[in-house]
């Protein structure tokens, strides 16, 4: 049977489950809701992670969404056609994993089910972790896929499948320098757009006026988006972790970049400092910064398109166009705080708040009123033996 293992100071990036405890599990509830009567989700977290023998563990997560609220639909603010699109849905989602430690290696097989009332996704991952260098480098190798299907109003229901590629390196400079690099290559096809995003464009209806002649009348339509049926993407990220012995503190940084096949490149840049003060408090107060220039197919409205009679229900071939902010040249910043407080050997409270902005940037921007902001709240608790 696995034996107890004395608790790693607070500080110490998590270790792997082998090297702490024999049994973990934490639930959390978290809810984030944009300003001005925007989208508001409820979400519940549970958590578990367990020994089946020396070298064999199993985790699982189970996940509980409740979504309300009204988003952008597509539609200009202040026209006609609605600028706001009621949504509400419940999400369940399970996860599982089984890791088996094979000499130097860490092989994992991961399943995972989501279900929402239009959306199903089922997941399958393989990684392996392999240390070296007396366990002072971990090379990581990973496939993830995801077989999606959706119910879209109207017609019969449409398909994705994602699949990715992640290489990862983490690296023990000395024992409180920690460096890693993990790069992920992914690709989708099928059905990739969101059937609750539309696209406006003005129109003239011609009537006749009673007297031989006709009368043009102006019109505001709205379509569905059309984004194309594939999607190419790259991903590199950084992390430095620092242990700052003298303070009682970690440092820790991430930079992210991203490219896709929709013209999408982004960055963003991730820092984080975990305060200890004795062993049983420990404070992180949080920075994050995103940016994004626009997909090639982002426009305001369907006025600056070539198209003659958009589709009722685009297949994804060109022209292509979506009027979604989330595709538009974008910014967001985070600022926030995290709390961990231990309560005796075996338990811990956690609690975070984080204060969430959008905005456009540059020419390809959406309207100003399109981008949100929102508070995110969590509060949580762990019990490990």
Do not use: C
Not at 253 to 266: C, E, H, K, N, P
Request: proline share 4%; hydrophobic share 35%; aromatic share 12%.
């Amino acid at each position: 049977m696995k034996k107890k293992i004395a608790f790693a100071p607070l500080l110490i990036p998590v270790v792997p489950l082998a090297g702490a405890e024999a049994f973990r599990f934490d639930t959390s509830y978290q809810v984030y809701d944009e300003s001005n009567g925007r989208i508001k989700v409820e979400s519940r977290y549970f958590r578990g992670e367990m020994y089946l023998g020396d070298t064999t563990a199993f985790r699982f997560q189970i996940l509980n969404d409740a979504i309300s609220g009204a988003t952008p639909g597509g539609a200009l603010p202040g026209g006609s056609q609605p600028f706001l699109v009621e949504l509400e849905d419940l999400r369940v989602g399970v996860l599982g994993a089984l890791s088996q430690q094979i000499g130097d290696h860490k092989v994992e097989l991961e399943l995972s089910r989501s279900r929402e009332s239009d959306y199903l996704s089922e997941g399958l991952a393989i990684s392996d972790q392999w240390e070296l260098n007396q366990k002072n480098t971990t090379l990581t190798f990973g496939f993830n896929f995801l077989n999606d299907e959706i119910k879209v109003i109207g017609t019969n229901n449409q398909e994705k499948k994602s699949y990715d590629l992640i290489f990862g390196v983490n690296q023990l400079l000395d024992k409180n320098t920690v460096l890693a690099a993990t790069l992920t290559a992914g690709y989708a096809k099928g059905y990739l757009n969101d059937q609750y995003k539309f696209i406006q464009r003005d129109e003239i209806l011609s009537v006749d006026d009673g007297a031989g002649g006709t009368v043009d009348i102006p019109l505001t339509e709205i379509y569905r988006e059309n984004r194309p049926g594939s999607r190419l993407r790259g991903v590199l990220q950084l992390q430095g972790t620092r242990y700052i012995e003298p303070l009682n503190s970690v440092l820790d940084a991430t930079i992210r970049l991203a490219q896709d096949d929709y013209g999408v490149f982004s960055q963003s840049l991730q820092i984080e400092w975990r305060q200890g003060f004795g062993a049983h408090l420990e404070i992180t107060p949080f920075f994050r910064y995103y940016r994004q220039s626009a997909a090639d197919f982002y426009h305001q409205t369907l006025n600056e398109v070539s198209v003659d009679k958009p589709e009722d229900y685009p297949s994804g071939s060109g022209p292509n166009y979506s009027a979604d902010y989330r595709l538009s040249s974008m910014d967001t910043l985070s600022l926030g705080v995290k709390t961990r407080l231990r309560l005796g050997e075996h338990f811990s409270l956690t609690a975070a708040f984080e204060q969430y902005a959008m905005n456009g940037t540059g020419s390809n921007q959406a309207p100003n009123q399109t981008y949100p902001s929102a508070s995110i709240w969590t509060v949580g608790g762990t019990i490990q033996f």
